[in-house]
């Protein structure tokens, strides 16, 4: 049964729409085209009963090569944990999603090669379900400890600008490809400080405890401003440029259609397969490590770097605010890590050591609050090698400080992290934040 909430957040995001298209097309057109949307979207969710998420470890090569053909075997696999079958290695925890039809297939396959396995899901359908697990009055008001739609951040991002023009300021960056206004919150006292951080969310449109922590950032910036002497010192000589939620169609999608939807939703391609992951459409050795051609893929990198205006967006603002944005932040899901470049190499950055030391510091300011234990190191071994990534992108600017954040969890609750835990996850990461703000601050 539909949620309440998700009914009006349903209906939210069409009357999202009608106000993107307005200015376009004529009133009778604009009506039968949203009578189509509201009937497709009420009726056509996907869900996930009986669904299952394995996690595998892999033991040996030949049970690699086993994992990475899984999924031309059995279809639809969903890799949750990493972000494709390409990525899989020796002795590395694979989470992916199987849908109700194929999990007795893809149990078999795994007995009869002797591998290991555990469920970390039974039935997603009521995880998912479960996710929204904090208490909700019935008009969906915006909250700091809940998960917000795309409406809701949207009139949250306009209403916060204007009530604290001191210290906030909004921007428009650019459009996403169904044509979302991407904005941009400037937070700091000064105009034109000298030093900047810029930090991105929802990248990933899955991954929403990334945009939440966008939001729980500005909040407790503005909150404490004035109390804090550490904040107000940060805030009085450096600015944030915060982009609450970089690829909105895509997290859209993930309310209204489909909840583990990765990529944005540009269909640019001839191909009927719609999507690319904009965290392989940054040009920096773009399409070479760890990137697919084939739109199908969720790891498909785009028709060319910077193809998609999600990118296009983030990369411009940058790249006008080269001067003094020194440190960039990207905020992902899920795995609890610590990263920066490279990604698409394993040799090390020039300045590895105090990047690696920025890290651990990092881990230990997130672990000092709640004891979570966050991996830290460079990407491509930490993680795994990947190309087109905005971390070395900016890195590559000349951005000498840039990380990406794998917030909580490990695998319980994956990409449906519940929100009873958004509080604790936003509080230890804003400790980072400040952890590393204060060295930008006083060292560069
Ligand atoms: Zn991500």
């Known amino acids: 049964m539909l949620h309440t909430c998700q009914l009006i957040t349903k209906q939210k995001n069409k009357y999202d729409r009608d106000q993107l298209l307005q200015s376009k097309r004529n009133m009778k057109s604009l009506l039968i085209v949203d009578l189509i949307i509201i009937t497709f979207v009420l009726s056509s969710a996907r869900r996930f009963d009986s669904a299952k998420v394995f996690r595998v470890k892999p033991q040996n090569e030949k049970q690699v090569n086993f994992m990475r053909n899984l999924a031309t075997v059995i279809q639809p696999i969903d890799f949750w944990y990493p972000d494709s079958a390409l990525q899989i290695v020796n002795q590395m925890e694979v989470d992916f999603l199987v849908s109700a039809d194929q999990t007795e297939n893809v149990e078999a396959l795994l007995k009869d090669n002797n591998i290991h396995y555990e469920i970390l899901f039974q039935n997603l359908q009521e995880d998912i379900d479960k996710q929204l697990d904090n208490k909700r009055n019935s008009t969906c008001k915006h909250s700091y400890t809940k998960y917000n739609n795309w409406p809701q951040i949207y ?264 929100e009873s835990e958004i509080k604790e996850t936003c509080q230890e990461i804003m400790l980072a934040v400040k952890f590393l703000a204060n060295y930008i601050l006083n060292q560069t």
């Not at 904009?278 to 790891?299: I, Q, Y």
């Open 155 to 418: 009139s949250w991002i306009t209403r916060i600008a204007r009530k604290n023009p001191e210290l906030v300021s909004r921007i428009k960056i650019g459009n996403t490809f169904e044509n979302r206004p991407i904005y941009l919150l400037k937070i700091g006292k000064q105009r034109d400080a000298k030093k900047a951080i810029f930090v991105d969310c929802g990248i990933h449109a899955r991954e929403w405890i990334s945009p939440a922590f966008c939001q729980w950032f500005v909040k407790e910036a503005i909150r404490t401003y004035g109390k804090d002497s550490s904040m107000k010192n940060i805030l009085d000589n450096m600015n944030f440029y915060i982009v609450p939620l970089v690829n909105i169609d895509g997290y859209v999608w993930s309310w209204t259609q489909d909840r583990f939807w990765r990529k944005n939703r540009s269909n640019a391609s001839s191909n009927a397969c719609v999507g690319v992951d904009l965290n392989r459409n940054f040009d920096v050795l773009w399409g070479t490590v760890d990137a697919s051609k084939n739109p199908c893929e969720e790891v498909y990198c785009g028709s060319s770097p910077e193809s998609e205006p999600e990118t296009k967006a983030v990369t411009t603002f940058i790249h006008s605010h080269l001067s003094s944005i020194k440190a960039y932040l990207t905020i992902h899901s899920y795995s609890q890590m610590v990263l920066f470049p490279y990604g698409y190499t394993y040799d090390k950055v020039p300045n590895y050591n105090t990047l690696n030391g920025l890290a651990k510091g990092a881990a230990k300011a997130i672990a000092s609050l709640y004891g979570k234990k966050y991996k830290y190191g460079a990407s491509a071994s930490t993680i795994y090698p990947s190309s087109g990534c905005s971390d070395d992108w900016a890195y590559e600017q000349g951005i000498k400080y840039s990380f990406t954040f794998e917030l909580r969890d490990k695998g319980k609750y994956g990409f449906l992290l519940p």
